[in-house]
C-alpha cells in the first residue's frame, strides 16, 4: 500500500492483491466509480456502483468500521474521487491502483459479458 498526505487525511493506493485479500476477508466494500454502462459491460460481483458523476461524499454508506476501497477503469478517477471524499472527511478511505483494468490484466474474477446473449457471467481466472 502506498500512503500519500492530501488534504482532508491520508490517501491510500492498494496493489490488485491487497484489495483481492481485504475483499475475500471481507474486511473492505467496494464502489466502482465507473459509468453504468461499463458496470453492466463488467465489473467486480458484489461492488457497488456509484458513478463518479454522482458521487456525493457526504452520503456514502457506512460500512461499520469497513474501509471504503474505490475502483475505476485506470485508478484515475478513483483517485479524483478519493481525494474529495478525504476533503469532506470521509475515511478510512483507499483507491485501487491501475483499476479494474489491472485487477483482470491480474486474472482475478469479475462479472462480464457473455457476446453471444448479452447476459452477465463469472469469469475465472
Known amino acids: 500500500m502506498k500512503a500519500e498526505e492530501v488534504d482532508g ?3 491510500e ?3 490488485v492483491d491487497e484489495v483481492a485479500e481485504a475483499y ?3 474486511d473492505i466494500a467496494l464502489i ?10 463488467e465489473h467486480i460481483e458484489g461492488a457497488l456502483l456509484l458513478p463518479m458523476s454522482f458521487v456525493q461524499a457526504d452520503k456514502l454508506p457506512s460500512q461499520d468500521g469497513k474501509r471504503l476501497v ?6 484515475i478517477r478513483s483517485g479524483k474521487v478519493a481525494r474529495s471524499c478525504l476533503a469532506a472527511g470521509i475515511t478510512p478511505l483507499a483507491h485501487m491502483e ?4 489491472a485487477w ?14 448479452g447476459a452477465p457471467k463469472r469469469v475465472a481466472p
Do not use: N
Open 24 to 26: 475475500e476477508r471481507g
Open 104 to 117: 483482470k490484466k491480474a486474472g482475478r474474477p469479475h462479472i462480464g459479458t457473455d457476446m453471444a446473449t
Open 98 to 101: 491501475g483499476g479494474f483494468g
Open 32 to 41: 466502482d466509480v465507473r459509468t453504468p454502462q461499463e458496470y453492466m459491460f
Open 13 to 15: 493506493t492498494w496493489t
Open 70 to 75: 474505490l475502483y475505476c477503469g485506470s485508478g
Open 9 to 11: 487525511g491520508t490517501l
